[in-house]
Structures are given as structure tokens and as C-alpha cells.
């Protein structure tokens, strides 16, 4: 009886593969750039303007989780020409002999690229050889500004205490704090609050980090890396620790939707993280040729200009600097004063051994277990 | 009679040849991926099977595997406190289910045939919307500023803060899994013969008597089909967890996700699959031979 129930299950849950399937298939004559990105992250019109000037054709499918990347890439025969994986992961992809080293003789734009950021590359990519910046922020605090208040009176929210410290935490409790769900992320800021080195190799920091982080966890919501967007905007939660430019879109959309939610991002005091996600071309990549021209394509100042105007986010170009829109440029959150870039700092791979024992403390952070 | 019996066989073939693609096969690559030990390379994990070095090469792979990654398994708390936790949202879920389903089951067995249709359909019919789409619209209906606040705050009651808690999952997969529970119950008690409970009747059972003596013990079959149907999807459930609970709750889906995602451990997250495999596997197995011993004992 019950195996009659299973063969309507099967009967169904084929018709679905089947529909999924249709998508796939058919090769073009013409040349193709196949492109894999975080999702909602490039101004459509850019891709459309490249296809004009070169014509080739682009298919851009998106991700949202560097996990999700690495593991596809990792396995190699991806179709993808161009990858955008973060700073932290890079190495890895290196050592693996993921992604291939770039002949920059075919980027004559690479000249354009900012030296004071790109010192900031030099921990995870050395001289520059596999990677081309797309975009860069800090990883930071975004707090709806009026409930904070309410239950932080006289409180300046600048520090990292408002989203570690238990007693802090307690008051917001009620109206629901977020973490990232991305433990080298949340490690780094939290050893760099401890005061450690936020590239430790020492298992000891990372349990200290832990002990805090245990503590913290009764107050803390949910840990998740993309629904504080979401969930600020709307009013939902009061603080998150997330990236600047989700935290700096939620605050659009709030101001969009016309709700009464006033949201702030702020890069605490102690310092904070900063990232990149940068673009590499996987060693298998069918069509490299198309892959390097949308790299020189995208190194021209008033294309990344554009882009950094759709996404909100700065880029490590020094002549589009001054074409990228007064509200972005001049947003000391997106490009931070010297004086705060200072105190900004960059994370690099960890070995296996010690990965493993950070994620298992992590899942202790999340589940008390 | 040769020819005809050749034809039976080839078309029991089928079925074979289906489960040997599409079980087997993936089965024994994720086996053999439990074996294997981590690596930075492309893809993530040694020893590879070098087939230019013929049979040498297939005995290099051999000696590379190891039991190693089981061995590590019972060793950290994190793996059992998962399996019995997944094991517990299932048990407790499917219950529920069963408390929900039988009497909906029944009430839909016991209407007129036109009826019967509409009812059956209005059952499938969440099937035409996507699952994720489903368990995205509960969060609309959960969340704080949700659906079901704003309709308990026009009452003057709550609110109840449900999302991301253990009763939202709750909540989540006896919704997602209400048909599958209700299908085949439907199935064994619409096939009831009437005759049986008037004769009953007239051997002088109350109706609730007769319920209990009658039409519950013959609809067991269909009790175990629903509960198998939902309990072992549930035990490995993923998507409900992740969108509806909240950061403490432990099951198996999210376990194997970190061991592949976060560690790029692949041999770990095949561990792990297998050991679940086998614990659904045994009871399947045992509730099968127990039917065909009834069966036979029937006839």
C-alpha cells in the first residue's frame, strides 16, 4: 500500500526534475562569457553596454554564499569564465590550483587599480597575481536608530560592546539582534575586540572569542548572512552585525518604503574587518579570452564608477573615484576617512586543521553544543 | 512460454536498472567518499582513482581508504546530539501529523464521491506551488510584524513570537507534510467496505467500538505507510530548519550542509549521510518483512 503512495511521490517529483532540466542545454555559436557572482551585485546595463562593444554574449548566474562557490569551483568543470569569490577564501583556490594566474599583459587597465587598497590585498594575494578587486567594504554594526535608543538611552553606538557585551545585549534583546552566519567573519571582529590578532593561529584566542561569543548567544536571534536585510528594513530585528553594503541597501529600502524605520551603519571604533570580493578566472575556464576582456572591461574607471553606484559599495579604482556618485563617495561608511581606514584590517586562509576546530566552535557559538 | 517469461524479466528489469542508476550508483560514490580523507586540491579530497595506471592505480586507490573519518564520528558529541534531535522533530512531528491526518483521512473516506474529488484535489493542490515558496510564505505568516500577530493583536491577544523557534519547525513540516500523511490513509480507509462495520453493529459494537476494532486495525497499513513517508524526508529535512528555526536547533541537514560547505569536509558530510541512510534503512527493512509476514499469514 504504502509503496503505491511512493510511486505517486516519484511520479511527482519527476515532473519537477524534468521542468528544471529545460533550462539547460544548447550551445551557442556565438561567443559566450559565462559569469558566476554574489546575486543582485552588478548594474545590469553594464553587461548589456559590454555585450554591445565586444559581442559576446554574457550568462551571469549568482550565488549567495561563498561556501556555495568554493564547493562548485572546487569541483571543478564549472563552465564559469569569471568567479568572484572573498579575500579569505583566495588562497585556498590558489593551493588548489582553482583558479589561473593572470597574464597581465591582456589588462592594460590594471594600472588604474588604487596602491594604498590594493596593500590591503598583498595578505591574501601577493603581487596581485590571480586577482582583479571588483568591489571592497567593512564589515560593521546596522542598528534602526530610534528603537536602539529606546533601549540604550545616552549610549553611543560606536563600539563593538553594543552587539558582545551580554549587558548591551540583554536591553536589545527583546527587539532582536543578528549575527552573520560566517565564522571566519565574525571571528575576525571578535578577536580584533579582544584584542588579539585577528589572523591568530592560536587555537587558544579563537576558544577566548568563543567564550564571548557563548555568552552573547542567549540575546542573539538568529545568525544568519543575507535575511538582516531583509529583516532591518522592515523592522523586524534592531541590530545586525553585517557588510556595509547590504546593511547600507536595507537603509534605501526602508527609506523607500516609507515605513518609519531610520537605519544606521556604523564601522565601530576598535576597528573592523575589511573584505574584498575580488574576480579570478577558474583554471578551467572554457573561454579565458572573453574572461580577460571583461576584466579590462571592467577596469575602465567610468564602468566600475557605474557599478560601484548600483551596488553601493567602493571599488579599487583611483581614477573612477571621482566619477562615482557624491552620496557613495562622500559616505565616510563606504569610503572611510584615512584616519579610519587605519584601523581597518584584512583576513587571509586558515590551514585545515585549525578551520575545522573554528567552524566546531562556531556550531558551539550557534547551538550551546 | 521461454519468449513470454524472458519478456517478464526484462520489464521486472526496469525497475532494477532505475534503482542500480539513480541509488546505487550516487550510494556507493558517496560510500566511497566516506572513505576518502580531506585535501586542498580540486576536487577537495584524496585519494582520486588514477585509471591511467590501470590496475596499479585502482590498488593505490584501495589502500587510500580508510575508516577513519567514522571512527571520528561517535567521538564529538555534535554528531549524536544532531542524530537524536533530527530523530526527535521527526518522532514528534509525524505524530502530529498522524493526530492531524487520520481524522481528515477519515472524514474525506466517509463523503460522497463527487465530493471526495474536490477534497482529494484540494489536498494536492498545494503541490502546484513551490515547496520554498510555501515555506517563505509561513515566514510572512510567523514573523514578528507577521500575519498572525497582526490578526491575534485585532483580537486583542499576543503577540506571540514564533519564528525562528523550535515550534515554528514544528509548525513548518506538519504543514509541508499534511498531504503525505493524508494520501495514503485516505487511500486504505476510502477502499473500506462498509458491510464491515454494520456487521459489526450487529454484533452489537457501539460505533467507537467499532472504530477501534474495526476500521483503525485495517487501516494500519496506511497509518505505516504515512508515517514512513513523512518520518524519513523529515529526519534529513534541510530547508525548514534553516528558514524557520532559530540558531540553536540542531538537526542532520545542517550538520552535513557545515561538514560540506564550512569544513570542505567531504568525506565527513558522506559519513554522516551514510550512518543517517543506515538508521532510516533498518526500521524500512524490519516494517517490511513484518508485512510480508501478515501477508502470508492472510492468506
Given at each position: ?15 519537477v ?35 554591445k562593444?565586444?559581442g559576446?554574449k ?21 563552465g ?25 599583459s ?80 565574525m ?28 555568552k ?24 545586525a552585525?553585517g ?27 576598535e ?49 573612477a573615484?571621482p ?47 | ?36 580523507e ?16 590501470g ?5 593505490a586507490?584501495?589502500?587510500g ?72 510564505a ?27 523557534t ?9 504543514y ?12 486504505v480507509?476510502?477502499?473500506q ?27 494500519l ?11 524519513i ?35 565527513a ?31
Amino acid at each position: 500500500m504504502w509503496t503505491k503512495a511512493l510511486g505517486t511521490a516519484a511520479v511527482l517529483a519527476m515532473s519537477v526534475t524534468l521542468a528544471a532540466c529545460g533550462q539547460g542545454g544548447g550551445a551557442a555559436k556565438e561567443q559566450t562569457l559565462k559569469i558566476y557572482n554574489w546575486s543582485d551585485y552588478i548594474d545590469p546595463q553594464i553587461l548589456a553596454d559590454f555585450t554591445k562593444e565586444t559581442g559576446i554574449k554574457v550568462q551571469y548566474d549568482t550565488f549567495d554564499s561563498n561556501e556555495i562557490l568554493e564547493t562548485k569551483v572546487l569541483q571543478g568543470n564549472t563552465g564559469y569564465d569569471i568567479v568572484a569569490p572573498s579575500n579569505h577564501n583566495i588562497p585556498r583556490y590558489i593551493i588548489a590550483g582553482a583558479i589561473a594566474p593572470l597574464d597581465k599583459s591582456k589588462l592594460p587597465n590594471n594600472k588604474n587599480l588604487w596602491p594604498d587598497i590594493m596593500s590591503h590585498m598583498e595578505p591574501f594575494d601577493p603581487g596581485q597575481k590571480y586577482t582583479v578587486p571588483y568591489m571592497w567594504g567593512t564589515i560593521g554594526i546596522g542598528y534602526n536608530v530610534k528603537e536602539v535608543a529606546k533601549r540604550l538611552p545616552g549610549v553611543n553606538i560606536d563600539s563593538w560592546s553594543v552587539v558582545f557585551d551580554p549587558a548591551n545585549l540583554a536591553k536589545l534583546k527583546d527587539c532582536g539582534v543578528y549575527y552573520l552566519d560566517a565564522s571566519e567573519d565574525m571571528y575576525a571582529v571578535a578577536l580584533n575586540y579582544l584584542g588579539k590578532d585577528p589572523n591568530s593561529k592560536n587555537v587558544a584566542d579563537y576558544q577566548a572569542a568563543t567564550d564571548m561569543m557563548v555568552k552573547a548567544r542567549p540575546f542573539i536571534r538568529k545568525f544568519h548572512s543575507s535575511e538582516y536585510v531583509e529583516a532591518l528594513a522592515n523592522g523586524d530585528i534592531c541590530v545586525a552585525v553585517g557588510y556595509s553594503g547590504d546593511i547600507l541597501q536595507a537603509k534605501t529600502r526602508a527609506e523607500e518604503a516609507k515605513n518609519g524605520v531610520e537605519l544606521a551603519y556604523v564601522i565601530p571604533k576598535e576597528g573592523s574587518q575589511v573584505w574584498f570580493d575580488v574576480f579570478a578566472i577558474p583554471a578551467d575556464a572554457p573561454n579565458p579570452t572573453a574572461a580577460y576582456k571583461f576584466l579590462d572591461y571592467m577596469l575602465r574607471p567610468e564602468v566600475i564608477a557605474k557599478a560601484s553606484n548600483y551596488t553601493q559599495y567602493a571599488n579599487a579604482n583611483l581614477p573612477a573615484t571621482p566619477m562615482v556618485d557624491a552620496s557613495v563617495r562622500g559616505d565616510p561608511n563606504v569610503y572611510p576617512t584615512p584616519d579610519l581606514f587605519k584601523r581597518l584590517f584584512v583576513t587571509t586562509t586558515k590551514d585545515q586543521a585549525l578551520l575545522r576546530e573554528v567552524t566546531r566552535m562556531w556550531t558551539r557559538v550557534q547551538t550551546g553544543q | 512460454m521461454k519468449a513470454r517469461r524472458d519478456r517478464t524479466s526484462l520489464t521486472a528489469l526496469a525497475p532494477f536498472l532505475w534503482l542500480g542508476l539513480f541509488f546505487l550508483f550516487p550510494f556507493l560514490l558517496v560510500a566511497k567518499l566516506s572513505l576518502s580523507e580531506t585535501a586542498l586540491a580540486m576536487p577537495p579530497y584524496a585519494p582520486r582513482l588514477d585509471w591511467s595506471q590501470g590496475i596499479a592505480g585502482l590498488k593505490a586507490f584501495l589502500a587510500g581508504l580508510d575508516f577513519e573519518t567514522y571512527a571520528r564520528l561517535p567521538t564529538d558529541r555534535l554528531y549524536v546530539v544532531a542524530y537524536l534531535s533530527s530523530l526527535k522533530f521527526a518522532g514528534v512531528a509525524t505524530f502530529i501529523l498522524l493526530l492531524l491526518g487520520y481524522p481528515l483521512a477519515y472524514a474525506m473516506a466517509r463523503c460522497t464521491p463527487s465530493v471526495r474529488r474536490a477534497l482529494l484535489m484540494a489536498v494536492i493542490l498545494p503541490f502546484w506551488t513551490s515547496f520554498l515558496i510555501r515555506v517563505y510564505a509561513l515566514i510572512g505568516i510567523l514573523k514578528p510584524e507577521g500575519l498572525l500577530n497582526v490578526a491575534l493583536r485585532a483580537v486583542g491577544l499576543g503577540p506571540v513570537s514564533l519564528l525562528n523557534t523550535d515550534t515554528a519547525i514544528y509548525i513548518g513540516l506538519v504543514y509541508a507534510y499534511l498531504p503525505f500523511m493524508v494520501l495514503p490513509l485516505y487511500a486504505v480507509l476510502e477502499r473500506q467496505q462498509h458491510d464491515l462495520l454494520e456487521a459489526a453493529a450487529d454484533l452489537g459494537c457501539t460505533p467507537l467500538e467499532a472504530f477501534w476494532r474495526v476500521t483503525f486495525p485495517l487501516s494500519l497499513p496506511g497509518v505505516a505507510a504515512g508515517s514512513l513517508l513523512c518520518f524519513i524526508p523529515m529526519v534529513g529535512e534541510f530547508v525548514i530548519p534553516d528558514l524557520l528555526g532559530g540558531s540553536s536547533t540542531l538537526m542532520l541537514g545542517k550538520t552535513i550542509w557545515t561538514e560540506f560547505f564550512a569544513n570542505r569536509d567531504w568525506p565527513a558530510a558522506s559519513a554522516v549521510a551514510i550512518v543517517l541512510l543506515f538508521t532510516l534503512v533498518i526500521p524500512i527493512v524490519l516494517y517490511q518483512r513484518q508485512q510480508a509476514k501478515l501477508t502470508e499469514l492472510g492468506r
